[in-house]
Structure formats: C-alpha cells, structure tokens
C-alpha cells in the first residue's frame, strides 16, 4: 500500500516522502498513529500542491539572496574603534559588528554566524565573506578606523 508520511518514521522515510509499505503495518500501526496518510488522488494532489510551493519559496529566497549579494559585493564597510598604543585595538571588531554594519548600511539582515572574516585586531581593511544562503555568498571588505 502507498502511504505519504505525516511525520518522520524511523524506518520508513522523512515526512511528507511517498513509501510502499504493508496494508497490516499501514492499518494498524501507521494510520492509528496518524503518522501516515493513503495515497489516494486528493492526497497525491496536496503533496504535489506542497512541493510546488516549497520549491517557489525556495526560488524566491535565492533570488532575493542574490539581490542583497548584489547589493554587498565589491563594497566597503567602516567600522569605528578605538585603540591603545600602537594601533591596537582594545578588544577585537567582531562579526556582530560587522552584521550590524551591513544591516544598517546595505539593508541586508546578516547573521552572524555566517560572516567569515580573521581576526581583526589592528587598524586596515580586511576581506570578509558572507553566506547570505545556500550556494550564495558576497564578498566585502571591512575598513577599520580610528575613533
């Protein structure tokens, strides 16, 4: 018998797959459950319905990923520090700094976690990478200056 999943079952398959399995095991373990549903043609139609509109919202994500790195790449952003002797700086510039900065400059929500950059610890520019989604990233540069 052809289920779709409603839940992810460990030995089966992820929720939402389409899998073949036992009418007993089905009707007696599956459907009591609620963790599979028949593959009749309405539900066959709402999984499609449902793919379809995963795969748009995942067109349109990129597209708007690309747009920003668009709007990123190549340019330059100032961060203000200050600094002991030397030109050293007291702490360090992180990637919340610098996530604030593109947000506030480009528009763009940046996670911090997805900026990769050394550390920076002096005065100068520096490249640094972000990943705005999968398979799209923007690289920029950080100028750091004196307060």
């Known amino acids: 018998m052809k289920v779709i ?23 007696n373990y599956l459907f009591p459950r609620k963790l599979a549903v028949e593959a ?3 539900a066959m139609t709402e999984l499609k319905n449902r793919e379809n509109a995963q795969k748009h ?7 708007a990923a690309q747009e920003a790195a668009g709007r990123i790449s190549g340019k330059t952003v100032n961060i203000k520090a200050r600094a002991g002797q030397g030109g050293r700086l007291f702490g ?12 506030r400059e480009f ?3 940046a996670d911090k976690r997805k900026i990769t950059v050394e550390d920076i610890k002096s005065f100068g520019t520096f490249p640094v990478t972000i990943k705005l989604y999968q398979g799209v990233t923007a690289d920029f540069y950080v100028m750091v200056s004196e307060e």
């Open 107 to 109: 528009g763009v929500e």
């Open 40 to 42: 009749n043609s309405q």
């Open 92 to 103: 360090s510039v992180t990637s919340k700094e610098i996530a604030e900065c593109v947000r």
């Open 57 to 63: 919202k995942i067109l349109v994500e990129t597209q």
């Open 5 to 27: 999943l409603t839940q992810d079952v460990k030995s089966l398959g992820k929720k939402g797959d389409l899998v073949n399995t036992s009418d007993g095991y089905a009707r």
